[in-house]
């Protein structure tokens, strides 16, 4: 059998998006796997309907297909939402607390973060409105003056 070492290897779907799952429930602390899912699906939903452009296309490539089909399954708002109005979108949607869907958004964008890597997250939150950077984990990114 003839292989190109430098090729690269993808992962079959379903293995790539179970581990995104265990990444989100192991930085969630989630008690189950569905609980794991239920947030990724909330919030890469919601992140597709903020995330436009050619960031949302790179990101859809780096993420496992089920979560990238999530992402892009959304129509982006013509109004983008700050980060806080995002998490507070996310829980009106929902009916859960604030302090839930903010724990569950920084689950989720950890393991987006891990998948997309500093520079497109970099990308990514200079795209978004403010108070983005905070639920990715990163201190907010100012412009010089």
């Known amino acids: 059998m003839i292989s190109d070492r430098h090729a690269p290897t993808r992962q079959s779907y379903g293995t790539a998006y179970d581990q995104m799952l265990e990444k989100v429930r192991y930085e969630g602390a989630y008690p189950t796997r569905e609980r794991a899912e239920e947030a990724v699906r909330l919030v890469l939903a ?3 309907r903020q995330l ?3 960031e949302r296309v790179d990101l859809a490539g780096c993420l496992p297909l089920e979560a990238a089909r999530v992402l ?3 129509i982006p708002d013509p109004q983008p939402l700050t980060g806080w109005a995002f998490v507070k979108d996310l829980a009106a ?4 607390s604030l302090a839930t869907t903010r724990w569950d958004t920084g689950s989720v964008f950890s393991a987006v973060a891990a998948y997309a890597g500093p520079h497109l997250t970099t990308r990514i939150l200079r795209h978004l409105p403010s108070g983005y950077a905070l639920l990715f984990g990163r201190a907010e990114l100012t412009s010089a003056a």
């Open 46 to 48: 919601g992140l597709g």
């Open 52 to 54: 436009t452009g050619d």
């Open 72 to 74: 892009t399954a959304q």
């Open 93 to 96: 949607r929902t009916g859960a």
